[in-house]
């Protein structure tokens, strides 16, 4: 970016003192005669030698050969009656000892802008013109003999008054180490490090207004299982969030030291309900995902809201939408896939879950695109979802109207929507490994340094400057910036709340140009969530509204579903791709196999006899929750088997239910069937299931019951015929007999006559005990004409 920052005009008397005394010193500084060109350090112990030629300056090629850390610098904005204690290591990476070593500190002019600041920090070798003058003597530390990697440390410690500062303004450190070598015997500079002093002896007139954004976002650490009890306990994919919670950890250490400074909070909401679910007995997946084992955080995880609850006592709360969506993702890759209904979820969200959890209203009308890299495409689908005002950054909106000063955060971007352009040097001083004291010292006076001179650039106007440092600051990045925000001294900078920013009036002459979309920044593009990852999202989307349709207690799934859904566009995947499409296959996964266990169970083929029959289907549920679904039989062969409607059918959760449909035959063959289960707005739900059907009118068991049937009657006519036959052969006998029986009443023999009640009975020869036929007395003659008998 063109450098809109430096102070015009500006030379300071105490830098022209400065050059005047370093002009005097190099024009005495003596070289040493013959073959070798000895490089002479400026200062009292520049070495006196005869003079032939004299360098401008000392070799840059000898000043690296020691490496000079600065770990600590205290005051970080000194007054007049302070001590500055500045303390590090030296070490040797050259390849012979140095002797009669001694660590200095010098003191060079003050910075005529920003820029200034930028290439002072980047210069690795030591520049006699450029590095100051060495405080006196008696300030110095001896460091004697140094061999070849080892370390020393050291500890400066000079009265501010020593340091003859002079006018307001930003001054350039060095701490140097000098020293001669065996091959070299002569005092040169072995190594030096630069830094920077901010110098306000009164507070500017116009001091700037300094929003300072406190950033509260995490990974995704929930999976979009639950248990199966009543409470539906949370499944995280691992432990990890409570060694964040933990003191130390990164998430307690934003906690810890943001309570104390002037910063507006930002936060995702995600972050709150995870870590509220925390507070509740949880689970914790294992690699297979089929065992659980008890979450250990829920201690950690109460003191860590707790803590929170206080901290943002009186501070601005601005939530992010919930899982913090990747904006420009969704701007360039999903808005046609009907991801941008997710946002506005998201958003909605937002402001509950930071309500109930925090008990604050939060601001819900901000968007963070990462890096502050904006395009019209990302503006407009942040603001789709409600926000009006857009956190850039001024490497994405940059100034193209040659301002000589950097301009007030806020622009109005047209459509009624504000830009807060966050600066870019100040919200990136902060990345990289805080953890090594050298970088957090050093940032944290480049940071006080450009502060300092973004006011000095136009003493005059009061203008408004947002950091918006990176999303997930490690714990040691935290601390750098808590650090720099407590050197602030109220001197040239005040603190302001973001939504204030927001109205603070907009300069005029600032860029309010919405970037075109091909500017975005290439590397930004490559980190963005693929086609096919909002592909896989739409597939999870449209099975999961399916599965609603049939659920009878819809939020058990729709809720943590939903929420999964949404994580899984969050910006925290730019940094882990891989994470990212393992975390949707699983949601995918899981949710596929919800659904399977709502089916239909298979059928063999079968056979239906007659005209009419019915048709048992069974569907089964292996969910918790009763479902209800419709469902269809169909006969693909309607001429010869038809089937009755449709039926709703309601199966409670671990059950299954039968349902008979009515079947009629019209002709006899085979015919498929095919039974399919429906939604409630006919949607096909799961695959279908095609058995056979063999229709027959009269069925092989018919066939052999009337067969059976027609046997018994032949039985029966034979049975009849035969004893006929015997009553026939029985009539013959008496008639013979009643010849005998005349011829006997002639010869005077007397019979007696049945008594009352007794019938005549017929005595069939050989078988006197036989009882009469149950046809009764029949006559001896055969049948007549007209007489049927059935066999």
Same mark, same amino acid.
């Given at each position: 970016?063109?450098?809109?920052?430096?102070?015009?005009?500006?030379?300071?008397?105490?830098?022209?003192?400065?050059?005047?005394?370093?002009?005097?010193?190099?024009?005495?500084?003596?070289?040493?005669?013959?073959?070798?060109?000895?490089?002479?350090?400026?200062?009292?112990?520049?070495?006196?030698?005869?003079?032939?030629?004299?360098?401008?300056?000392?070799?840059?090629?000898? $000043?690296?050969?020691?490496?000079?850390?600065?770990?600590?610098?205290?005051?970080?904005?000194?007054?007049?009656?302070?001590?500055? !204690?500045?303390?590090? *290591?030296?070490?040797?990476?050259?390849?012979?000892?140095?002797?009669?070593?001694?660590?200095?500190?010098?003191?060079?002019?003050?910075?005529?802008?920003?820029?200034?600041?930028?290439?002072?920090?980047?210069?690795?070798?030591?520049?006699?013109?450029?590095?100051?003058?060495? @405080?006196?003597?008696?300030?110095?530390?001896?460091?004697?003999?140094?061999?070849?990697? %080892?370390?020393?440390?050291?500890?400066?410690?000079?009265?501010?008054?020593?340091?003859?500062?002079?006018?307001?303004?930003?001054?350039?450190?060095?701490?140097?180490?000098?020293?001669?070598?065996?091959?070299?015997?002569?005092?040169?500079?072995?190594?030096?490090?630069?830094?920077?002093?901010?110098?306000?002896?009164?507070?500017?007139?116009?001091?700037?207004?300094?929003?300072?954004?406190?950033?509260?976002?995490?990974?995704?650490?929930?999976?979009?299982?639950?248990?199966?009890?009543?409470?539906?306990?949370?499944?995280?994919?691992?432990?990890?969030?409570?060694?964040?919670?933990?003191?130390?950890?990164?998430?307690?250490?934003?906690?810890?030291?943001?309570?104390?400074?002037?910063?507006?909070?930002?936060?995702?909401?995600?972050?709150?309900?995870?870590?509220?679910?925390?507070?509740?007995?949880?689970?914790?997946?294992?690699?297979?995902?089929?065992?659980?084992?008890?979450?250990?955080?829920?201690?950690?995880?109460?003191?860590?809201?707790?803590?929170?609850?206080? /901290? @943002?006592?009186?501070?601005?709360? @601005?939530?992010?939408?919930?899982?913090?969506?990747?904006?420009?993702?969704?701007?360039?890759?999903?808005?046609?896939?009907?991801?941008?209904?997710?946002? +506005?979820?998201?958003?909605?969200?937002?402001?509950?879950?930071?309500?109930?959890?925090?008990?604050?209203?939060?601001?819900?009308?901000?968007?963070?695109?990462?890096?502050?890299?904006?395009?019209?495409?990302? #503006?407009?689908?942040?603001?789709?979802?409600? /926000?009006?005002? %857009?956190? /850039?950054?001024?490497? $994405?909106?940059?100034?193209?109207?040659?301002?000589?000063?950097?301009?007030?955060?806020?622009?109005? %971007?047209?459509?009624?929507?504000?830009? #807060?352009?966050?600066?870019?040097?100040?919200?990136?001083?902060?990345?990289?490994?805080?953890?090594?004291?050298?970088?957090?010292?050093?940032?944290?006076?480049?940071?006080?340094?450009?502060?300092?001179?973004?006011?000095?650039?136009?003493?005059?106007?009061?203008?408004?400057?947002?950091?918006?440092?990176?999303?997930?600051?490690?714990?040691?990045?935290?601390?750098?910036?808590?650090?720099?925000?407590?050197?602030?001294?109220?001197?040239? !900078?005040?603190?302001?709340?973001?939504?204030?920013?927001?109205?603070?009036?907009?300069?005029?002459?600032?860029?309010?140009?919405?970037?075109?979309?091909? $500017?975005?920044?290439?590397?930004?593009?490559?980190? =963005?969530?693929?086609?096919?990852?909002?592909?896989?999202?739409?597939?999870?989307?449209?099975?999961?509204?399916?599965?609603?349709? %049939?659920?009878?207690?819809?939020?058990?799934?729709?809720?943590?579903?939903? *929420?999964?859904?949404?994580?899984?566009?969050?910006?925290?995947?730019?940094?882990?791709?891989?994470?990212?499409?393992?975390?949707?296959?699983?949601?995918?996964?899981?949710?596929?196999?919800?659904?399977?266990?709502?089916?239909?169970?298979?059928? *063999?083929?079968?056979?239906?006899?007659?005209?009419?029959?019915?048709?048992?289907?069974?569907?089964?549920?292996?969910?918790?929750?009763?479902?209800?679904?419709?469902?269809?039989?169909?006969?693909?062969?309607?001429?010869?088997?038809?089937?009755?409607?449709?039926? @709703?059918?309601?199966? +409670?959760?671990?059950?299954?239910?039968?349902?008979?449909?009515?079947?009629?035959?019209?002709?006899?063959?085979?015919?498929?069937?095919?039974?399919?289960?429906?939604?409630?707005?006919?949607?096909?739900?799961?695959?279908?299931?095609?058995?056979?059907?063999?229709?027959?009118?009269?069925?092989?068991?018919?066939?052999?019951?009337?067969?059976?049937?027609?046997?018994?009657?032949?039985?029966?006519?034979?049975?009849?015929?035969?004893?006929?036959?015997?009553?026939?052969?029985?009539?013959?006998?008496?008639?013979?007999?009643?010849?005998?029986?005349?011829?006997?009443?002639?010869?005077?023999? =007397?019979?007696? =006559?049945?008594?009352?009640?007794?019938?005549?009975?017929?005595?069939?020869?050989?078988?006197?005990?036989?009882?009469?036929?149950?046809?009764?007395?029949?006559?001896?003659?055969?049948?007549?004409?007209?007489?049927? #008998? =059935?066999?």
């Amino acid at each position: 970016m063109a450098e809109p920052a430096e102070l015009q005009g500006t030379t300071s008397a105490r830098a022209r003192r400065w050059l005047r005394r370093t002009a005097a010193l190099l024009t005495a500084a003596p070289v040493l005669a013959g073959v070798l060109q000895i490089p002479a350090a400026p200062g009292a112990h520049a070495q006196t030698v005869p003079a032939r030629t004299a360098p401008a300056q000392a070799k840059a090629s000898g $000043s690296r050969t020691v490496d000079v850390s600065i770990d600590s610098l205290t005051p970080t904005t000194p007054s007049k009656s302070d001590t500055l !204690t500045v303390s590090g *290591t030296v070490t040797n990476h050259g390849n012979s000892t140095i002797n009669t070593s001694y660590v200095g500190l010098r003191v060079g002019p003050t910075m005529d802008g920003r820029n200034a600041i930028d290439t002072a920090a980047k210069r690795k070798d030591y520049e006699a013109g450029l590095d100051g003058i060495e @405080v006196a003597d008696k300030y110095e530390q001896k460091i004697g003999k140094l061999p070849v990697g %080892i370390s020393r440390d050291f500890t400066l410690s000079i009265p501010v008054k020593e340091l003859s500062l002079g006018e307001n303004g930003v001054y350039q450190l060095g701490v140097t180490l000098t020293g001669q070598t065996r091959s070299q015997p002569w005092p040169q500079v072995k190594g030096i490090e630069r830094t920077f002093l901010p110098w306000q002896q009164t507070a500017a007139p116009k001091k700037s207004n300094l929003t300072f954004l406190w950033p509260l976002i995490s990974s995704t650490h929930l999976t979009a299982r639950t248990g199966a009890d009543e409470q539906q306990t949370p499944i995280f994919q691992n432990d990890d969030l409570m060694a964040e919670l933990a003191p130390g950890g990164r998430l307690q250490q934003l906690v810890s030291l943001g309570k104390n400074l002037p910063v507006t909070w930002v936060i995702d909401p995600d972050l709150l309900a995870t870590v509220d679910a925390m507070t509740k007995p949880y689970e914790v997946q294992s690699q297979t995902e089929d065992e659980t084992t008890d979450g250990r955080g829920q201690a950690v995880a109460k003191q860590w809201l707790n803590e929170l609850e206080q /901290a @943002v006592e009186g501070h601005q709360v @601005v939530a992010l939408p919930f899982a913090d969506p990747d904006l420009a993702s969704l701007a360039h890759r999903g808005k046609n896939m009907g991801a941008l209904s997710h946002l +506005q979820t998201a958003t909605t969200l937002a402001s509950t879950t930071v309500d109930t959890v925090l008990h604050v209203k939060p601001r819900t009308d901000f968007a963070w695109p990462v890096n502050g890299a904006i395009d019209s495409s990302i #503006v407009d689908v942040a603001t789709s979802a409600g /926000a009006h005002n %857009i956190i /850039a950054r001024s490497d $994405s909106l940059r100034e193209t109207r040659g301002l000589q000063y950097t301009p007030t955060a806020a622009r109005q %971007i047209g459509g009624g929507n504000t830009a #807060v352009v966050a600066d870019a040097r100040l919200s990136t001083a902060f990345m990289g490994d805080m953890t090594r004291a050298e970088n957090a010292t050093l940032a944290v006076q480049r940071f006080l340094a450009q502060t300092q001179m973004l006011t000095l650039q136009a003493p005059d106007k009061q203008r408004s400057v947002v950091v918006a440092p990176q999303r997930m600051p490690t714990a040691s990045q935290a601390q750098a910036m808590a650090a720099a925000l407590g050197g602030l001294s109220g001197r040239w !900078t005040q603190p302001l709340s973001l939504g204030q920013a927001a109205k603070a009036q907009p300069d005029p002459g600032a860029t309010q140009r919405v970037p075109a979309a091909r $500017s975005y920044p290439a590397a930004l593009r490559r980190q =963005e969530l693929p086609t096919g990852g909002f592909l896989k999202i739409q597939q999870t989307q449209a099975t999961l509204d399916k599965f609603e349709t %049939i659920l009878t207690a819809k939020d058990r799934v729709v809720t943590p579903f939903g *929420t999964a859904i949404t994580r899984e566009i969050s910006t925290s995947w730019r940094t882990d791709p891989r994470g990212a499409t393992g975390f949707r296959d699983s949601v995918q996964a899981y949710l596929q196999g919800l659904t399977e266990k709502v089916r239909l169970i298979k059928k *063999t083929n079968m056979t239906l006899s007659g005209r009419s029959a019915t048709i048992p289907v069974t569907v089964q549920n292996n969910l918790l929750q009763p479902v209800e679904l419709r469902l269809v039989l169909r006969s693909q062969q309607g001429n010869r088997l038809a089937v009755s409607d449709p039926q @709703v059918v309601t199966v +409670q959760g671990g059950h299954s239910q039968s349902v008979k449909f009515g079947t009629t035959a019209n002709a006899n063959g085979r015919a498929w069937v095919t039974a399919q289960l429906y939604t409630a707005d006919n949607q096909t739900y799961g695959p279908k299931m095609t058995f056979k059907v063999n229709v027959t009118e009269i069925t092989s068991t018919v066939i052999l019951v009337i067969a059976g049937g027609v046997l018994l009657l032949v039985l029966a006519g034979i049975r009849i015929y035969l004893q006929r036959k015997r009553a026939a052969a029985g009539s013959d006998e008496d008639a013979a007999g009643n010849g005998e029986k005349q011829d006997g009443e002639a010869a005077g023999d =007397e019979r007696t =006559e049945p008594g009352e009640g007794e019938r005549p009975r017929a005595r069939v020869p050989g078988q006197a005990s036989d009882p009469a036929p149950d046809t009764g007395s029949q006559s001896a003659g055969p049948s007549g004409s007209g007489e049927k #008998v =059935e066999h």
